[in-house]
Every structure is written in C-alpha cells, then in structure tokens.
C-alpha cells in the first residue's frame, strides 16, 4: 500500500494483531517529506500573516476591491499598516474550504498563496501531517527513529 507519495506500507501479518483485528502496519520504505494530504490541519494551527504586497496580490487575484478585501479577510484586530493577519473562521483559515471527499480541503487562494504557506513543507516530523494522516488514513507514526 502507497500513502502520501514515498511513503510505502504493508500490513502487518504477525502475532501483534488483536483479536479485534486492527491494523498495523510495517514501514518497508519511508521518506519523512511528503506530498501535502490537503487535510487542512496546518490552516486550523497558524494565523497566516501577510505583508502589503502578499495582501494586493490575493486581493487582485480574486478581482475584490482593497477595502471589500479588508473587510471580509483581513483579522481587525491586528493594527498593522502593512503587515496583516488572514482572518479565522470556524476556527480554521478563511480560505480554506471542505471539499466533498472526507477530510479533504482546498485553499482558494492557493493561486496568490502568501510566503508562509509556500514555506509549509509537508513532512512525518510535523505533528499537523501526522495528524492529518490520522485523519484521512486512520494511520499513525508511532517513531521518528533513524537507522
């Protein structure tokens, strides 16, 4: 079984199996950097701050006017002239949106996206992406050991 790109898993076959039979899994080949799971977990951790010209290129990308764009996505009680923070909603980041498959979500600006979220890089040492693994794929990484 493949999950998320490199990292390759099989089921487990031995006497560690419950009667319950609940699957685990042996890694056979494992690369902590994965491709993003869009689960979304990282836009419910972090308020995204922006700088003027991340807030112009998002507000043009979606064809808003400045103060339409301030009013509906920019957090009001960040006091900042050129530097701002993306608004939460429902306790995750206003643009990100459920899609119809469970425990998926797509960023509608991902387009314009601001330097934070292109720094994200997806990986097994996040507890966001172990999480969202969980989430998706009811698998957990019980170890971060290196051979």
């Not at 979304?40 to 990308?61: F, H, K």
Request: aromatic share 10%; glycine share 6%; with cysteine.
């Amino acid at each position: 079984m493949t999950i998320a790109g490199e990292l390759i898993l099989e089921k487990q076959t031995d006497a560690i199996l419950s009667s319950d039979d609940e699957r685990r899994y042996r890694c056979v080949k494992w690369d902590p950097f994965i491709p993003c799971l869009r689960c979304g977990v990282c836009c419910t951790r972090y308020q995204v701050q922006l700088n003027l010209s991340e807030a112009r290129r998002i507000c043009d990308g979606l064809g808003l006017s400045w103060y339409t764009f301030l009013g509906n996505y920019i957090e009001p009680r960040w006091l900042g002239a050129d530097s701002f923070l993306l608004r939460q909603q429902d306790g995750k980041c206003v643009f990100l949106k459920d899609t119809n498959e469970p425990h998926r979500t797509i960023c509608l600006i991902h387009a314009w996206k601001p330097w934070a979220c292109r720094e994200w890089t997806p990986s097994l040492y996040r507890r966001e992406c172990r999480e969202g693994l969980l989430k998706q794929w009811g698998l957990m990484v019980l170890s971060l050991i290196h051979i």
